[in-house]
């Protein structure tokens, strides 16, 4: 009998969650402004990439995060090896970066943004010094399309685009994690 008794998780779980979502929509448990079920979400997916709009933003989104990686990669080598190779270095850094280290991300956009203002130049700033790709809103991709139906509170067009954000990061970080074990296949064959 215990073999017939498995516990929800993994795909299970996920559709038990949306057909929660679709319910609590249907019975407007909360209001259709502020929570669209999962199907009107996906026509807005669809509607949004049907006209051109939501793919012109993705791209624009895959472009930032393209730049600010390979901006951060070269930035990480060439300090990584300057700090490395010089011990006067690392005595005057190293304290700075144990400082910043464990500040989110979430912290220090606040204080670029007053810095630089809401710029492209602060926007990599941004995206180098936290070594992941934030969507910002001021930029032309998928954080303006987020922040402008957030404001007009179209709410699926909303979930629309945070589907869209976590798919594209969830996809991104696979592609990097292959890419990884591709190029550091060596350092398990060395261990």
């Given at each position: ?11 299970d779980?996920r ?91 979430s ?44 404001r ?40």
């Open positions: 009998m215990s073999r017939h008794l498995k516990p929800v998780g993994g795909r779980s559709l038990c969650s949306f057909w929660r979502w679709q319910l609590i929509a249907d019975l407007k448990l909360v209001s259709p402004v502020f929570l669209p079920g999962p199907d009107r979400a996906w026509a807005a997916l669809a509607r949004g990439f049907s006209s051109g709009d939501l793919a012109s933003k993705l791209i624009g989104t895959l472009e930032h995060m393209a730049y600010s990686w390979l901006a951060a990669s070269i930035a990480g080598i060439a300090l990584g090896a300057l700090i490395g190779s010089s011990r006067t270095m690392r005595a005057y850094v190293a304290p700075s970066l144990e400082f910043l280290r464990p500040l989110p991300v912290a220090i956009i606040p204080v670029a943004t007053a810095m630089l203002g809401l710029t492209q130049g602060m926007a990599l700033f941004a995206l180098i010094l936290s070594g992941v790709c934030e969507i910002l809103a001021g930029l032309e991709g998928l954080g303006q399309w987020v922040l402008l139906s957030a007009a509170f179209r709410s699926a067009d909303l979930f629309a685009g945070v589907i869209l954000l976590g798919a594209t990061g969830y996809l991104t970080s696979i592609a990097m994690s292959l890419v990884e074990q591709r190029l550091l296949a060596w350092q398990s064959a060395a261990r």
